[in-house]
């Protein structure tokens, strides 16, 4: 049984239990945020375009739903693994024509 850190009323760190066995994995590479003024709902699916250019429709398999309170509680622990992850392995270029490399491109990390 895995734990995760919560925070009391005294700020003292503590160790909440959870239960990891009826969890299920799943794959995603796109996903979604909408909303209320209550909530926020990120949808989850695979995208299985190459380049973006066929009218196929991604298919959406998982929704969760947050309050705003936990949702910045996510922002604040996904940007520190992002942070981590880059400092170990360099920055993570979001922009795919940026990635792509060409004929005649230098090869990434390459000094010139």
Known sequence: MNSEP???ANNEPR???VDESHIVATYANFCRVTGTP?????????NKQVAGTSAETIGLTQRIIV???TAKRLAAALAMAVA????????LETD????????GDAPVGAQG
């Open 67 to 69: 309050n705003f309170f």
């Open 84 to 91: 981590r992850h880059e400092q170990a392995f360099g920055v």
């Open 38 to 46: 209550e909530e926020l709902i990120v949808d989850f699916g695979l």
């Open 96 to 103: 795919v024509q940026r990635r792509i490399v060409r004929p």
């Open 15 to 17: 160790i909440a239990p």
């Open 6 to 8: 919560s925070v009391p």
